[in-house]
């Protein structure tokens, strides 16, 4: 499958999760041409570590996204409270059925049904609504799951995944908090897993919500 021409969205519940759950397979998307835009629902600012400036995740961020070459005009960043989405449910909803309108997407990359973080699980079940008939990716964070059903692969390249360590190192705030997730073995040795998987190097894994031929 070639992303190339389509257009693609990821849905992040905090500013960090397309990176760490997909990030490679953003690189891909690029690369190959595709239109991507990126949303995420909160910059998490009641989490940042002592010593932080209010809208520091949000501009580590932006930062990152300069790292895949994407600018402003491709990102959308809101600002819920971390944890809260679960009451705002019609907001979030609104915002998704607004960057459908806008941007057409054909598939969107979302946090998996399995997710147990209330955030993720808030964006996960929101977007089966806004999204229902476009094509949906759930996208793999391991220390959220109890398990995952990781039945699609993206296949990826030694620079995407340098590019998805790249844009993890623009996060200080949680390279200070020393989040396990973070670290370099850790990312390419699940890449190399989920690669042995479909016989490549590098690969991320999803759950298939829905797929259209």
């Known amino acids: 499958m070639k992303f ?4 693609i969205l990821f849905l992040a519940p905090h500013t960090d999760d397309v990176e760490l759950g997909c990030g490679a397979t953003l690189a891909r998307c690029i690369d190959e041409g595709a239109n991507v835009h990126v949303a995420a629902f909160s910059t998490a600012r009641q989490s940042l570590p002592a010593g932080s400036y209010e809208n520091q995740l949000r501009d580590e961020f932006y930062s ?11 990102l959308t960043v809101l600002d819920f409270e971390v944890r809260t989405l679960s009451y ?21 990359f979302i946090p998996s049904c399995h997710d147990t973080h209330q955030d993720h699980m808030t964006v996960n079940q929101e977007s089966l609504r806004a999204f229902k008939s476009v094509n949906l990716l759930g996208y793999e964070l391991p220390w959220n799951h109890f398990e995952f059903s990781g039945n699609g ?8 995944i340098e590019r998805k360590l790249l844009a993890l190192g623009c996060y200080k705030t949680q390279l200070e908090k020393q989040r396990s997730y973070f670290d370099e073995d850790f990312i390419r040795g699940l890449a190399r897993v989920r690669g042995v998987q479909i016989g490549c190097k590098y690969a991320e894994s999803f759950e298939v919500v829905r797929m259209r031929w």
Request: charged residues 25%.
């Open 4 to 7: 190339r021409d389509h257009n």
């Open 64 to 74: 990152a996204m300069d790292v895949y070459g994407l600018g402003r005009s491709s």
């Open 88 to 108: 705002h449910r019609q907001e979030v909803l609104d915002a998704m059925i607004y960057l459908k309108c806008s941007l057409e997407p054909s598939m969107v």
């Open 153 to 160: 692969f993206v296949a990826v390249s030694e620079g995407q």
